[in-house]
């Protein structure tokens, strides 16, 4: 059993490998913003992807602040998403499928 705080965990890193994929020159304040957590929370979720190997740090060459950063997913990074996009879809699903039920047992009390 997957704890609550666990699900949120990989929400987050689902939520940010999704975005770096498509938008690998996002910064943390921009991640931040989308995720909806503070950017010192950002911080720690990118050292987190990058310590388990599923981000690498590469210099954003096209920006004119040479200080800036992109974020690139690795090979790993690449099948962790895919497995936390199983994973999500499938508590979506069944959140879906109880919330549906509700509200037909609902509809029924009317």
């Known amino acids: 059993m997957t704890s609550k705080r666990t699900k949120l965990q990989e929400d987050k890193h689902f939520r940010v490998l999704r975005l770096l994929l498509e938008n690998p020159e996002m910064s943390?304040?921009?991640?931040?913003?989308?995720v909806g957590v503070s950017v010192g929370g950002m911080h720690y979720v990118l050292n987190a992807l990058i310590e388990k190997g599923l981000v690498k740090l590469g210099n954003f060459t096209a920006a004119e602040d040479k200080?800036?950063?992109?974020?690139?997913?690795?090979?790993?990074?690449?099948?962790?998403?895919?497995?936390?996009?199983?994973?999500?879809?499938?508590?979506?699903?069944?959140?879906?499928?109880a919330l549906k039920e509700e509200i037909e047992a609902l509809q029924s009390d009317l």
């Not at 943390?28 to 989308?34: G, K, N, P, T, Y």
């Not at 200080?67 to 090979?75: F, K, Q």
């Open 67 to 97: 200080r800036r950063y992109a974020y690139v997913l690795t090979p790993k990074g690449i099948a962790r998403k895919a497995a936390l996009t199983r994973a999500f879809l499938a508590r979506k699903m069944e959140e879906y499928e």
């Open 28 to 34: 943390q304040r921009e991640l931040a913003e989308v």
